[in-house]
């Protein structure tokens, strides 16, 4: 299984129900919540005001399954392996489909995704520690508030990743210039200073070794919006199941150098 | 006249009625859209999609006058020298303060202005055709559609300045660090390309000379949004008027490095 179109056949059927890291190298993979459209304005505002942890790739217009931007291929109903249905802000449960749960007024947020993050690090050489571990990256929730939007509201969540000062620096260079999946980093260093208490216990996925000399470095995390979502208790949500997610249409650097990403180009699209 | 205080008061109380080109160096200057709360979403989602035109500073909660994040000691209904009111699509009037007209559900969006864009360029030693001749940047209106997005739909438009190519390349560098103010060129060379007539019979500002072996470099312009939104006929808009902008509390340069300026800053903002 090695185009995409097999990839995206796979799930389409079912067939494929696992998580998606390693899938379709080189594509843009994408967190997914769903949302009524009554809620879509502030969820929207909510993005816009905390970029960092939400950054967003697209916007459908209600009711419509077609992201016309990034994966204009691909059904949003039938092409995550497997999703989470919310109801007031519990889960209720779980579905590899969710067209007999789709409405006309279904709003989908396509959110940047970090296992593109992991690719771009470590095709720049810099190991990655839950890469080499073979583990999950260690995600804490800080007791950092994100700008509120309406009814929208949460801390944020941050993912670690134990680097030499070297490779430090040449992290933050090279994610700073990917606003769209997550950006630079938001800490280096002492926990303690964004109110992580100890880095052996994080509050989703596992915890990684710190080798000596290393320095802890922390990214605003994709789950940050999930998370914000259900403390806000919409009566209706979707989203993808942690690490499912809907792999696009869209190349991984499918616009050099990244502050630019969400900038429509004029040649591909817009021409004459 | 020099200080941000004296400049503000001088604007609030109505003394100063001018464009404010100039005034306040070295803080970031802004267009301002305020439509009800009912026409929000779309414009949200229109800025979101059109990120090279419409480049968001910020966006109010309902009805609150005050951009807590940039802006967090001005008053949306008096600081700006002078409005502009319109009623489906058509200019009902100017005015000096807008207090009157303010209602419970007003949504303020504040978008990046390309007064601070020139100040870059100049800045870095690259002249501006326009600033040199005394004149208003030249601008096009293309036939290039924005991304629509609900109600709102229009087209490009795109200011020009011609530069040699050693200057094209640096100017391109320098634009692209700030998505916030309309990042880099949208075309470069032949206007025909996008739909350009004639660069001596610009749509809007005052043409300029091109001097042998410049090129023209095009940037999409902050004139869109409000085109767009005068096209799309809301019943009740507030704007700027062209030239009169809302000067903020923020410095131009307040995250450096332009790509993650929208970035919320652990530190300043979010800090224990």
């Given at each position: 299984?090695?185009?995409?179109?097999?990839?995206?056949?796979?799930?389409r059927s079912g067939e494929w129900?696992?998580?998606?890291?390693?899938?379709?190298?080189?594509?843009?993979?994408?967190?997914?919540?769903?949302?009524?459209?009554?809620?879509?304005?502030?969820?929207?505002?909510?993005?816009?005001?905390?970029?960092?942890?939400?950054?967003?790739?697209?916007?459908?217009?209600?009711?419509?399954?077609?992201?016309?931007?990034?994966?204009?291929?691909?059904?949003?109903?039938?092409?995550?392996?497997?999703?989470?249905?919310?109801?007031?802000?519990?889960?209720?449960?779980?579905?590899?489909?969710?067209?007999?749960?789709?409405?006309?007024?279904?709003?989908?947020?396509?959110?940047?995704?970090?296992?593109?993050?992991?690719?771009?690090?470590?095709?720049?050489?810099?190991?990655?520690?839950?890469?080499?571990?073979?583990?999950?990256?260690?995600?804490?929730?800080?007791?950092?508030?994100?700008?509120?939007?309406?009814?929208?509201?949460?801390?944020?969540?941050?993912?670690m990743r134990p680097l030499s000062?070297?490779?430090?620096?040449?992290?933050?260079?090279?994610?700073?210039?990917?606003?769209?999946?997550?950006?630079?980093?938001?800490?280096?260093?002492?926990?303690?200073?964004?109110?992580?208490?100890?880095?052996?216990?994080?509050?989703?996925?596992?915890?990684?070794?710190?080798?000596?000399?290393?320095?802890?470095?922390?990214?605003?995390?994709?789950?940050?919006?999930?998370?914000?979502?259900?403390?806000?208790?919409?009566?209706?949500?979707?989203?993808?199941?942690?690490?499912?997610?809907?792999?696009?249409?869209?190349?991984?650097?499918?616009?050099?150098?990244?502050?630019?990403?969400?900038?429509?180009?004029?040649?591909?699209?817009?021409?004459?």
């Amino acid at each position: 299984m090695n185009s995409l179109e097999e990839i995206r056949r796979a799930i389409r059927s079912g067939e494929w129900t696992r998580p998606t890291a390693g899938l379709a190298p080189g594509i843009l993979q994408a967190n997914l919540v769903v949302l009524p459209k009554r809620y879509a304005y502030d969820f929207l505002l909510f993005c816009v005001r905390n970029p960092k942890p939400c950054p967003l790739i697209e916007v459908t217009d209600p009711g419509s399954p077609v992201p016309v931007k990034t994966a204009p291929k691909a059904d949003l109903r039938t092409d995550v392996p497997r999703y989470r249905i919310y109801r007031n802000g519990e889960l209720a449960r779980e579905a590899f489909d969710i067209t007999e749960e789709w409405t006309e007024d279904a709003v989908s947020f396509l959110i940047g995704c970090s296992f593109t993050f992991d690719a771009l690090l470590l095709n720049a050489g810099i190991p990655v520690r839950h890469v080499e571990e073979g583990v999950n990256v260690p995600m804490y929730r800080t007791p950092i508030p994100c700008e509120p939007a309406g009814m929208f509201r949460g801390p944020l969540v941050v993912s670690m990743r134990p680097l030499s000062p070297a490779n430090l620096i040449r992290a933050t260079e090279i994610t700073s210039r990917y606003p769209e999946i997550h950006g630079g980093p938001v800490h280096v260093g002492d926990p303690a200073a964004i109110g992580i208490r100890d880095l052996d216990q994080p509050d989703y996925g596992d915890p990684v070794p710190i080798r000596e000399g290393e320095i802890p470095v922390f990214w605003a995390c994709g789950v940050t919006p999930q998370a914000v979502a259900m403390e806000s208790r919409p009566d209706w949500m979707i989203t993808h199941a942690p690490g499912h997610m809907l792999i696009t249409d869209t190349p991984l650097f499918w616009e050099q150098g990244g502050a630019d990403s969400h900038a429509f180009s004029l040649t591909d699209k817009n021409g004459p």
